[in-house]
């Protein structure tokens, strides 16, 4: 049986933060939506159970992106990331379809409940338990089993629609029980943030990917044209922030999230200047912590003029 520290390896915890900044900021959002048309519409409940099943969802990915490259030959010596789990031996393919399988039950569990306590049993309930279940089904397919959509430069678009436009706007409206349309642009903006990460990822990778057969967005664009798509994704995410801020500014809390432009834009700066893709690694982590205190402090600054 692998050792508790190898498990914690492959959930690869420093992913966590941003896949609860969607969550976040769509709580964030209700709670001021709540604040001013004078309801209480807002649930710690649903805060906390939309956080553990974003969570669990995080994990699954992570487990089966482990497996599921070492299975299509992608994890190898020459990948420039840290080893995983199932590469290395450490946790068998068979120990690894397990937990996978307990981690997809819980993260299920958990959905159900979420649902239930936010919108009971109804048709609406039947709309989410469908987006649920895609979730999941796009925690697995990313990497694992046959004809994975990541291999097929899909992982760009799944990114941006479950840590963008589902994650703000899913749990906005489990809150609310309404989509106000304005919250589409701090959703596209954490959208294209999200999927600015995986774009690093596969930046860093670009290489082995290309010789593995894994035709990411980053492979089919070529290096130097996904690093002008990296921009574009930064930029449109800033640009939706700063439009969404403008139209519902009332104090100057709001704007408490433009401190993490100057990270932002030093490692914009990084990435286009790049002509190594190995040398990006850095810039993973710093890409996914930015976010998250984006995340943080745009949210902060709704709750401040609540």
């Known amino acids: 049986m692998a050792d508790l520290k190898h498990w914690l390896h492959a959930f690869r915890l420093r992913t966590l933060p941003l896949a609860v900044s969607s969550i976040i900021v769509g709580c964030a959002l209700a709670y001021d939506e709540a604040y001013r048309s004078g309801t209480d519409f807002f649930s710690l409940r649903v805060l906390c159970l939309a956080l553990l099943t974003a969570i669990l969802l995080q994990i699954l990915s992570n487990l089966a992106n482990d497996l599921g490259d070492h299975q299509h030959g992608t994890d190898n010596a020459e990948r420039v990331g840290p080893q995983r789990s199932v590469q290395s031996g450490a946790i068998t393919a068979a120990q690894m379809k397990r937990a996978m399988l307990i981690c997809g039950a819980l993260a299920f569990t958990c959905g159900i409940a979420l649902i239930v306590t936010a919108l009971g049993f109804s048709v609406k309930m039947l709309v989410f338990l469908l987006l649920g279940v895609l979730a999941i089904g796009a925690s697995v397919k990313y990497t694992f089993g046959k004809n994975p959509y990541g291999y097929a430069g899909l992982g760009d678009a799944s990114v941006f629609l479950f840590f963008g436009i589902v994650g703000v706007c899913g749990t906005f409206n489990l809150h609310a029980h309404h989509i106000e349309p304005l919250i589409l642009l701090p959703a ?18 670009i290489k082995n990917d290309k010789a593995s057969g894994k035709i990411t967005m980053a492979v089919r ?35 408490g999230w433009l ?3 100057p ?6 700066r990084t990435v286009l200047r790049a002509h190594d893709p190995a040398s990006l690694d850095p810039q993973l982590k710093k890409l996914a912590l930015t976010t998250f205190f984006t995340a943080l402090a745009f949210s902060a600054g709704l709750i401040l003029v609540a």
Do not use: E
Not at 188 to 205: T, Y
């Open 188 to 205: 596209i903006a954490f959208g294209c943030f999200s999927a600015g990460v995986l774009n690093v990822n596969n930046l860093r990778d």
């Open 221 to 255: 664009l070529g290096f130097d044209n996904a690093k002008g798509y990296h921009g574009i994704l930064i930029a449109t995410g800033l640009l939706c922030l700063i439009a969404y801020t403008a139209v519902t500014f009332r104090a100057m809390p709001q704007w």
């Open 259 to 261: 401190i993490t432009v």
């Open 263 to 268: 990270a932002l834009g030093t490692h914009l």
